[in-house]
């Protein structure tokens, strides 16, 4: 759910709608297995610069492929809430923004 629908907003989404963005986004996944990074890449577009911001994330931070994956995950889900199929970066950052803050510090 984009911020500006919740922020000052008249009313918050309700259950029925949250599920209803929940049960789309399931579909838009597919399969619910955990995929790992080639798998991920072939059944999900990802945007130039979300590559390229997930990639600065790992040099920057020395991060593994276990990390990576799982913060390209997040941002696979991020985007299917949101009605898209591709990763955008801006899905890709709010994915990153959820590593420990320790990670983003150094």
Do not use: C, K, W
């Not at 209803?20 to 996944?29: G, I, K």
Request: proline residues 4%; glycine residues 4%.
């Amino acid at each position: 759910v984009p911020p500006n629908a919740l922020v000052g907003a008249e009313s918050a989404p309700t259950s029925a709608a949250a599920r209803e963005l929940v049960v789309a986004a399931r579909q838009r996944l597919g399969s619910t297995e955990r995929l790992e990074l080639d798998e991920l890449l072939a059944r999900h577009a990802l945007a130039r610069e979300a590559r390229e911001l997930l990639e600065a994330f790992g040099e920057r931070l020395a991060s593994g492929a276990r990390t990576l994956v799982r913060s390209l995950r997040v941002a696979r889900t991020i985007a299917a809430l949101e009605g898209r199929d591709e990763i955008d970066e801006r899905a890709m950052a709010e994915a990153l923004s959820y590593r420990p803050t320790a990670e983003l510090a150094s």
